[in-house]
């Protein structure tokens, strides 16, 4: 069965800096795609970057990058310039041709000022 | 456009009683999904569905949960006999799906329910 952990259960970093969050996941597939949502404390789940798994190229969007290693089954978001609204818990996910989202436990991101 | 809508946004009820959560996917989305979070947890895949049938019915986690849809739009959830093991945020999202489990998914506010 397909898993995704995150293993950092609260991570902060100083306003301005960059911070990486952490996931792994373990799949038979070939063909899947990733994902990082961000759940900021009003509970809307918002999508931040995806990834399809046949792409070597790092998906990027604005100050989010990832680090998306396919052999090592690793896909870890960076968040540069790091700001205030990044507060939030940070969920990574992956999705193949089953059509369940598989979550990982999610990493709560403190922005100290 | 308009996104995801949920009602009610907070439930309050007696265990032993049913309660109807509501969602109301994107217009045009054919996809329409159902998760719920309990407090401090990831995201627990409950079923999915393709217009109006739920190919997947695998993560309903008991035979309390059922789901419908009706119309290829609007979702029920519906929890009979309510028990304070259910009490979580039921979170629902819905995406394109033109055949491809690769389309984003845009989730709404959520269902916030406690079951006392």
């Given at each position: 069965a397909q898993t995704v952990?995150?293993?950092?259960?609260?991570?902060?970093?100083?306003?301005?800096?960059?911070?990486?969050?952490?996931?792994?996941?373990?799949?038979?597939?070939?063909?899947?795609?990733?994902?990082?949502?961000?759940?900021?404390?009003?509970?809307?789940?918002?999508?931040?970057?995806?990834?399809?798994a046949y792409k070597q190229q790092n998906a990027t969007e604005n100050r989010f990058s990832v680090n998306f290693q396919k052999a090592a089954k690793s896909f870890s978001l960076k968040i540069s310039d790091s700001q205030l609204g990044?507060?939030?818990?940070?969920?990574?996910?992956?999705?193949?041709?089953?059509?369940?989202?598989?979550?990982?436990?999610?990493?709560?991101?403190?922005?100290?000022? | 456009?308009?996104?995801v809508s949920q009602s009610p946004s907070n439930k309050v009820t007696e265990k032993g009683k049913d309660v109807e959560l509501r969602c109301d996917p994107i217009s045009g989305h054919t996809a329409l999904y159902w998760y719920r979070q309990s407090l401090g947890q990831g995201l627990e895949f409950l079923i999915y569905f393709q217009g109006?049938?739920?190919?997947?019915?695998?993560?309903?986690?008991?035979?309390?949960?059922?789901?419908?849809?009706?119309?290829?739009?609007?979702?029920?959830?519906?929890?009979q006999r309510t028990q304070q093991e259910d009490s979580a945020v039921y979170l629902c999202a819905s995406s394109l799906a033109s055949g491809g489990f690769?389309?984003?998914?845009?989730?709404?506010?959520?269902?916030?329910?406690?079951?006392?």
């Open positions: 952990t995150q293993s950092q259960p609260e991570m902060s970093v100083q306003e301005a800096e960059t911070v990486t969050l952490s996931c792994t996941y373990d799949t038979s597939e070939s063909d899947y795609y990733l994902f990082w949502y961000k759940q900021p404390p009003s509970r809307q789940m918002i999508l931040v970057i995806r990834q399809e990044d507060a939030a818990m940070y969920f990574c996910a992956y999705v193949d041709s089953n059509y369940q989202l598989i979550w990982g436990a999610g990493t709560k991101l403190i922005i100290k000022p | 456009g308009a996104g109006n049938s739920a190919p997947d019915k695998s993560g309903l986690p008991s035979d309390r949960f059922s789901a419908e849809r009706t119309g290829g739009s609007v979702s029920t959830l519906t929890i690769q389309e984003t998914q845009y989730f709404g506010p959520g269902t916030r329910l406690l079951v006392l």
